[in-house]
């Protein structure tokens, strides 16, 4: 079994594993970003980041917020404090917000604008029906000349950067059949002319969610084309991946969602590969995750005492009211390090208060040893 390691040490044991990158002296191939993401990219999130690498110091170099609705937030929401919190690195922090009146998204741009951060993002990418439907998210991108008023009036409050997520297109028919790059090219044109200062492509289209692979020659491809710096975003799932992604020079930054959650030692691990010289070249057998999924050996992470301290991490820094869905969202891809993780999944999503999560999952791992 994986050794145990004090609760009070992790931190210690962490620093000394890892490479540790300071984001302030940035020599490295590109920036590294973390996704925006729904009940996963939140602070406890961050803050687990971080501990890899000690305070302020991590390889990852923007993390960006789960979308924000501009409507809440102007309104004052009840939960809307927990969206802008700006931990534990206010400088990485990137508050991307989402939502289909201008002057909604204008006006909350320009109060989260107020807060200590990087910039701020908006949403075109989002296709999931709740949002598309409201003619936000990826609906954005079915009129350019909507689209770029809209930046131009948020660019007026904004003093920080200005960023766009977004996908090919919408997935549905384009003004008299254009071409789908094409269009793509007049419409990141129109935002970069009204303010826009980095778009992050996810190179799916609307309708094609993650049933086909990313088109990273459509990242490459709109760089070419724009003077503004293009982030790329889709199907890293792991170091490797994202470290040969930021060194193919194909585009000015790489973003990861998914498999951060899976694995929070990524942007690190990736970051010491690039640092010991070891390139895109995949790990070796005492670099990956141990077969019984408990320690990730070459970097000493138990992956027992990680899902535990998320779960502390989600007691301080979350309401009460998004403990269970956002414990549940994070073990849904943090149990794919286990043997056993659909088992441990089940178990898990059983329980109804973060007490017995923590029970739970520490339960399969003594089970383990005897």
């Known amino acids: 079994m994986a050794k145990s390691y004090p609760r009070q040490e992790l931190s210690a044991v ?49 993390y960006f917020t789960e979308m924000i609705s501009a ?16 931990g534990p690195c206010p400088r990485k922090i990137v508050y991307q917000i989402v939502g289909s009146d201008p002057s909604h998204l204008a006006r909350a741009a320009s109060l989260l604008d107020q807060n200590e951060c990087l910039g701020i993002d908006i949403n075109m990418g989002c296709s999931a029906p709740a949002i598309a ?6 609906r954005w991108m079915a009129d350019i000349g909507k689209a770029g008023e809209m ?36 419409f990141c044109r129109r935002l970069e002319e009204a303010g826009v200062e980095l778009i992050t492509l996810h190179p799916r289209t609307g309708r094609e969610k993650f049933h086909r692979t990313a088109r990273w020659d459509y990242v490459s491809a709109l760089r070419k084309e724009l003077r503004i710096p293009v982030a790329g975003n889709g199907d890293i799932a792991d170091a490797a991946g994202f470290l040969a992604r930021a060194s193919s020079g194909v585009c000015d930054a790489v973003m990861v969602g998914r498999a951060a959650v899976k694995q929070p ?30 320690v990730f050996t070459k970097m000493n992470i138990n992956i027992e005492e990680t899902g535990l301290l998320f779960l502390d991490l989600l007691a301080k820094y979350q309401p009460p009211e998004f403990h269970l869905s956002r414990a549940q969202r994070f073990f849904g891809y943090f149990c794919d ?34």
């Not at 009036?153 to 997935?171: E, F, I, M, N, Q």
């Not at 990736?270 to 057998?285: D, F, I, V």
């Not at 999503?349 to 383990?368: P, V």
């Open 133 to 138: 439907r409201t003619g936000a998210g990826v």
């Open 265 to 294: 030692w990524i942007f690190a691990q990736a970051r010491q590969m690039e640092a010991a010289g070891l390139g895109a070249a995949p790990l070796g057998t005492g670099e990956s995750v141990a077969q019984s999924g408990e």
């Open 337 to 370: 390090n286990l043997k056993w993780g659909n088992y441990v999944k089940t178990l898990l999503n059983r329980e109804t208060e973060l007490s017995g999560i923590g029970r739970a999952w520490s339960g399969y791992f003594r089970e383990g040893e005897e």
């Open 71 to 86: 409507g809440a937030f102007i309104a004052g929401g009840p939960f809307e404090s927990w969206y802008a919190d700006n």
């Open 14 to 62: 962490f620093a000394l594993s890892f490479f540790v990158y300071n984001f302030d002296n940035d020599t490295m191939s590109a920036p590294y970003m973390l996704a925006p993401m729904a009940e996963l990219s939140h602070r406890p999130l961050r803050e687990l980041i971080e501990t890899f690498s000690g305070p302020g110091l991590s390889g990852c170099s923007e």
């Open 151 to 186: 930046i131009a009036l948020a660019r007026k409050g904004v003093k920080r950067r200005l960023s766009v997520k977004l996908r090919l297109s919408t997935g549905y028919a384009l003004p008299e059949g254009e071409d789908e790059f094409v269009y793509l090219v007049r």
